[in-house]
């Protein structure tokens, strides 16, 4: 980032960061509804066992899905109409871009020195050559943009186990491990400390805008039981993160149909 943008978004350490990271989980919560060692055991376990709380999960889904469809989602259309593809490319490229610092941070907790490097190397690069990350000039030097990691992640390589599925209202989907990992995450963003409070805010809202349009034509492949299909998607997801990819695919396995509960 340029000594400009610097001065424009004024990251500090200090402020008022306990209300923003209140208006980032309240803001955050819409789009959740749309956002180890190998822990072969918590893959192995039944839908059944990863979702023991699944009464109450249905019904936080049940609200959260009804907030997605009355605010966000009108939200995320309208930002596809408007915006040009360059623009939406752009801004999805800043954000990813920013991520990269909570990337590092957890490569280096779970001892990944080659993906630490990478991804320093593609925020040095892209935050400088591309403009504060709004051109991916790293991908074309061969640094190539990874899946992402979260302290969830890290506390899951250092044996934590997952607990259960979990559906927060406005946060949607987590599991017990993935919820108190949030915090860090939250504070490892580098939007957490622009100021003022508002323009951090306004920064959080247009991510999760961009991030629910991208879901948009996601939407169609939904079928059946729209709770089990997410969950699925969602706990499979999980796993072939925290493995770094190798899990076992029984996406199959689940039956999407309507199902009494």
């Given at each position: 980032m340029t000594k400009s943008g610097l001065e424009k978004y004024k990251f500090t350490g200090s402020g008022n960061w306990v209300k923003k990271v209140i208006c980032f989980l309240l803001i955050g919560t819409l789009v959740g509804c749309a956002s180890n060692p190998k822990n072969d055991g918590d893959q192995n376990l039944t839908r059944h066992e990863r979702d023991k709380f699944e009464g109450f999960n249905r019904a936080m889904f049940a609200f959260n899905d009804t907030m997605d469809r009355w605010v966000l989602k009108p939200v995320a259309k309208g930002y596809v109409?408007?915006?040009?593809?360059?623009?939406?490319?752009?801004?999805?490229n800043f954000?990813?871009?920013?991520?990269?610092?909570?990337?590092?941070?957890?490569?280096?907790?779970?001892?990944?020195w080659k993906a630490a490097g990478v991804d320093t190397g593609r925020f040095l690069i892209n935050s400088t050559v591309g403009i504060l990350g709004f051109f991916d000039v790293a991908q074309h030097m061969g640094l190539e943009e990874n899946d992402g990691e979260d302290f969830g992640q890290t506390l899951a390589k250092w044996g934590v186990g997952e607990g259960s599925y979990l559906v927060l209202p406005f946060l949607g989907p987590t599991t017990i491990r993935d919820g108190f990992g949030k915090p860090i995450d939250i504070f490892t963003?580098?939007?957490?400390?622009v100021e003022p409070s508002n323009t951090a805010v306004g920064l959080t809202a247009t991510d999760l805008v961009q991030t629910r349009a991208q879901l948009l034509d996601v939407e169609d492949l939904i079928q059946g039981d729209k709770y089990i299909m997410i969950r699925s998607v969602?706990?499979?997801?999980?796993?072939?993160?925290?493995?770094?990819?190798?899990?076992?695919?029984?996406?199959?396995?689940?039956?999407?149909?309507?199902?009494?509960?």
């Open positions: 109409y408007i915006a040009p593809e360059p623009v939406e490319i752009g801004v999805k954000f990813s871009n920013l991520g990269e610092i909570t990337n590092v941070f957890n490569d280096v907790l779970q001892w990944k963003n580098p939007v957490t400390y969602f706990l499979q997801r999980r796993d072939f993160l925290n493995n770094d990819g190798v899990v076992e695919d029984d996406f199959g396995d689940e039956d999407f149909e309507d199902e009494d509960f």
